[in-house]
Each structure stands twice: as C-alpha cells, then as structure tokens.
C-alpha cells in the first residue's frame, strides 16, 4: 500500500478491526518513511447493476456519486458520517439482492430519497425537489404537506 501523504511504497499495518455487521475490514496503517498513519478499508469486489440514465446512456455505478448527491441534500445538517455510511450500505445491498444486470437511475434515485426520508425530512425535501424537477409551489406544498404527516 503506497502512502498517500509521501508516496513511499512500504507501510506497516498497526491495526484491524473488522466492521460490527462484517461488511468491511478497517486497517490503520503507517508510512514507514514519514511515519504519518492513514486507514484504509477492503471490501469485497462486487458487480453492481449498470445505470441506464433518463438519455439512454448507460454508465457504471458510482458509489462516490452516490455519496456526493446524499451529502449535498445533508449539507449543514445533523447526520452523522456513520449514518449516511450506512445508508449507502443499504441501498448498495438493495442494487445487489435485485440481481439485475441493468437498473434505470430512476430507481436509484427512488432508493436515496426513501433513505433521506429515513435520515433528515430537511434533506428529503431537499433532494426530492431537485430530483423531481417541480415545476410550481403547489407540488413543493404537496411534497412539504406529505413529509409533516
């Protein structure tokens, strides 16, 4: 494992913790030239269903999107780091347990604002508004209205 900090090739692993659902191993690790530590995490390789976005394109799945689309709708709220995690973690396992080679971002979408619904009704509003493209302030009242129930 190469140090991200200075590049040296040779680290030393100092620590292993095995995730508390044992999804994943954490690993600190330290630089054996800068003696900075890091952690590092392995999970397995996995084959995700490919995205069909709305124009027909199809892409591979991005976790890091996923992760950057859910953290926009939390900017400045109180969700933990751990909580979107785990999140992300249920909606990867729903991709995988479907067992579709092929899955429109729609559905995608449709997984992240019910996990939003879950985690922050601020954030749920949030996304739900842009990913729903409303085109007047009675569907946003509706959407509003929906979330107070």
């Not at 190469?2 to 044992?22: A, I, L, N």
């Not at 604002?113 to 946003?140: C, G, T």
């Amino acid at each position: 494992m190469k140090c991200p900090f200075c590049s040296h090739s040779e680290t030393q692993v100092v620590e292993t913790r095995v995730s508390e659902d044992g999804d994943f191993i954490r690993r600190r690790r330290q630089c054996g030239a800068c003696e900075k530590r890091f952690t590092t995490y392995e999970r397995p390789d996995v084959n995700f269903p490919t995205v069909v976005k709305k124009d027909g394109r199809r892409i591979e799945f991005d976790r890091g999107k996923l992760r950057a689309s859910i953290n926009l709708a939390l900017r400045k709220r109180p969700v933990s780091t751990e909580q979107v995690d785990s999140a992300i973690e249920r909606m990867e396992e729903k991709l995988l347990n479907l067992g579709l080679r092929e899955i429109p971002s729609a559905r995608i979408g449709e997984l992240v604002m019910r996990e939003l619904k879950k985690l922050d009704k601020v954030a749920y509003v949030r996304f739900a508004s842009v990913y729903r493209s409303f085109e007047d302030i009675d569907e946003f009242k509706t959407l509003v209205d929906e979330v107070r129930r």
